[in-house]
């Protein structure tokens, strides 16, 4: 992408100017518009932005420039992996009534660099961390909410976030840990995602699962789901607006799901607006890929045939996290379910 002269700090009171990364002591910046936040599915590398004209300013005067501007409300998404969260992210978006924004790249970058601190927090992180959730907040209209859906390195700092706004909505999405390993599991391709992100950002994991150290990838999946699911226990009990959704719930009955979600983040939404979304394409196609019919029927055949083959290292990785639960307990269920969802036990 192109580059050109520092932004017009003017321009952070509108989403228009996006923060798309940080690159050591500089922050970059990509010109949006709305139709941009709605067809980028996420806002890393794959953004879409209105040009790829990229603007830089060093990270000391983004946070002299957002010091004294106050960070408006933002709910959270946060979730396991491929459990469905671009899907409700997506049934969430409405191009009038809030803005959702997938995977903000700054906000990844922010829990990496956790890792490298193994957990701790860098000099300075924590006003880079206020500053880049004061420019996520921004808005088009002033009543229409704002979503951030997170992503796996952000769940360390879980608490770093929520404790910013203690009373945002926040949805917690999650599979108990059978189903969480047939879909991280599931190929070549994503198993070698489970050994990736798990080296990316296990010093930031120790405190909530242990040593990852000498861990096959069942194993390693098993650690991840270990902690996260401990972040997202700490965070439902301590913040009273977080709720938690099981992801077989919002696959197998969507309108309840789906309903609860709008509700949740204060987003009206008619019957006739959600009987079309539920009938339309967007269940009807893989949500990361709109050209790639997929439905729950094809996700439950695909999910009976990997515990066919994947039962017994599923029972495995379910003793391993039993033994580790020792010294890193479970709650049997997570709580604070969201309206109307289930709460099965997680092994």
């Known amino acids: 992408m192109s580059q050109t002269k520092s932004p017009d700090t003017a321009l952070f009171s509108s ?33 879409a932005p209105v040009s790829p004209a990229m603007s830089q300013m060093p990270v000391a005067d983004l946070l002299a420039a957002t010091a004294e501007a106050p960070a408006g409300r933002v709910g959270w998404i946060f979730h396991v992996a491929h459990c ?28 990496i660099d956790t890792a490298l601190m193994r957990g701790e927090r860098p000099q300075g992180w924590h006003d880079t961390l206020r500053a880049t959730v004061a420019l996520l907040s921004r808005r088009y209209a002033p009543d229409a909410p704002v979503i951030v859906k997170a992503n796996v390195p952000v769940n360390p700092i879980v608490p770093d976030l929520m404790a910013l706004d203690p009373e945002a909505p926040a949805i917690f999405l999650y599979y108990p840990l059978a189903e969480y390993l ?41 650690a991840l789901w270990l902690a996260q699911t401990r972040i997202y226990a700490d965070a439902l009990a301590r913040y009273p607006n977080a709720r938690a959704l099981d992801a077989e719930h919002l696959f197998d009955r969507p309108e309840a799901a789906v309903r609860a979600s709008h509700a949740h983040f204060g987003i009206v939404l008619s019957d006739a607006e959600l009987s079309a979304m539920l009938e339309g394409p967007l269940f009807g196609t893989y949500s990361k890929n709109p050209q790639m019919v997929f439905t729950n029927d094809v996700r439950r055949g695909r999910q009976d045939a990997l515990r066919a083959v994947m039962q017994p290292r599923i029972d495995a990785a379910s003793q391993w996290v039993k033994n580790r639960a020792n010294d890193y307990p479970l709650p049997e269920r997570l709580p604070k379910p969201l309206e109307g969802s289930e709460r099965r036990p997680l092994l």
């Open 15 to 47: 989403p228009d100017t996006f923060l798309f990364a940080l690159k050591g002591e500089t922050a970059a910046f990509l010109p949006m518009n709305r139709d941009a936040y709605a067809r980028s599915i996420f806002l890393d590398r794959r953004i």
């Open 84 to 111: 469905g969260s671009t899907l409700l992210a997506r049934a969430l978006d409405h191009r009038v009534r809030d803005l959702v924004l997938r995977e903000p790249m700054a906000l990844r970058q922010l829990g």
């Open 182 to 222: 047939m879909a991280v599991l599931r190929s070549p391709g994503h198993r070698q995602w489970v050994d990736g992100v798990t080296r990316e950002i296990g010093p930031a994991l120790e405190p909530w699962c242990g040593s990852l150290d000498g861990l096959d990838t069942f194993d390693r999946a098993a």
